[in-house]
């Protein structure tokens, strides 16, 4: 089952996020699962929007990628975002 993910990152900077995204994109198996991904800056950090096949493959992705975020000094985050069961979902123009 699809899940929706909704993590607000207050603190992190673009250029936090984009340092991250970059080591990620050297391992893109790490994103198996994963249909969309917007990241929105506001006044307060980021917040990230995630549409995961499964909430499996989104702890996976979490599992791998939290490490790199510390490394890179990412401030600790107030915890698992809310995982929300998709009831539907579609791709305008995709066939």
């Known amino acids: 089952m699809a899940v929706l993910i909704h993590a607000v990152l207050p603190g992190v ?8 995204n970059a080591r990620l994109q050297q391992t893109p198996e790490i994103f198996a699962g994963c249909l969309s ?3 929105a800056p506001t006044d307060k950090g980021l917040e990230i ?12 992705f979490a599992e791998k990628m939290m490490p790199i975020a510390t490394e890179l000094g990412w401030p ?3 915890g698992r ?6 009831h539907n979902y579609w791709v305008p123009g995709a066939s």
């Open 13 to 20: 900077t673009v250029d936090q996020y984009d340092a991250l």
């Open 37 to 39: 991904h917007t990241c």
């Open 49 to 60: 929007f995630d549409l995961w096949e499964s909430e499996a493959q989104m702890d996976a």
């Open 76 to 78: 600790a985050g107030p």
């Open 81 to 86: 975002p809310p995982v929300l069961a998709v």
